[in-house]
């Protein structure tokens, strides 16, 4: 019988687990938190459910995994915007209509006479190019601080291509002149679990998987095929699947050729600040998620937790989650209680609530919230799996691929790492 070790247990490690018992192969899953489901993990708060950030799923390839084996609500993906004391339907470059017409005739203006020849140098021009200056200036680069916490001109464009809705010159005009727009949202359902947060999702999956908690990594021994763990204990291994951020496993071997450090070391994160607050009434927020670009208030993103299923809230009452970014180019340098405070007092200027309405305040943070697509990455990525690859290390998910992984896309991800491994010892 093969030892084989999953590393993480977010949804990539739980997918991989799963696909491993579903073919005849055991496995065993060491995560560091007490806890399954990673970045898709809940959390309770005196009666509050809250996710570790926003998560909807909506892949339709994932559905027998998901969707299908718990109890759910749909949701019609629609999301608003706040800028300046203004709400405007999701997206803003199809729904100009709330504008000021001085406002619209010079964004619509822009996208006209926008150049669109040639392959854009990096994130600033291509913005420019599918918007027009105008449009790219006012809602996308503000939102790249925000949400990117770096310039556009300092990410490049691979990973844009289904995420960013390229509007024709018709959508555009009629998006400027009425509120009967369609829907052109990525996804066209937003399922969600009726019960226990985002995480239930994962509850049928996991109930196959053999998860051993609270097991921090230390080191891992290729030579001897063992990874070593804080505690002292250490387990052996034939066949190593990693959920991990790549440049941490990177750190815990020995003799890691310098090209492949230094590699590490230019892959950049985004580290994210959770803000969960609970409200003694319903219905505070006007949409299931909102994005918010006045640069002066700190979140980027809020969602809605009792939109998603009013099981996620005690009766009569209602919740949100804001999401702040940082990252060493944005470096953190409040505590949480400082960021929590500052965001409630800025949140009122959206006048959802009142101070006096929160009865439940929480604040937590996650080191690795999404990877960056800075310069480089590819390049850097490549050696980083090329080497691990030769030690016989399996990566998975989001932080494992080091890519712009959506949920439905890290459990894919773990099931093509269990059928690695299947094909290795057949």
Partial sequence: MKNIVVLGAGVAGISAAYHLKKAGVESVIYEQDDGYGGLCRSFQVDGFTFDTFAHISFDPNTEEYLENTTDHYTHAPEALNFDSDRWLRHPVQNNLVGLPVDERIKLIQGFIERETDGEAANYARWLESVYGIGFAHTYPFRYTRKYWTVEPEQLETKWVKGRMYEPSLEEVLRGAMTKDTPAVHYSKKARYPKQGGFQAFLTSMVKECNIVYQKQIC?????EKKVVFRDGTDVLYDYLISTLPINEVCGFMADVPE???????RLDYTTGVMVSLGFNRPKVSPALWYYIYDEDILPARIYSPDWKSPHNVPEGCSAIQAEIYYSKYKPLTKSMDEIMEEVIEQLLRLKLFDRNDIIVKDVRMKKYANIMFTPGIYHARDIIHSFLNTKGIFCAGRFGEWDYLWTGQSLL??????????NRFQ
């Fill in 219 to 223: 080191g891992i021994n290729c030579a």
């Fill in 259 to 265: 090209e492949v450090m230094k590699s590490a070391e």
């Fill in 413 to 422: 991800s773990g099931k093509k790492a269990a059928e690695n491994v299947i």
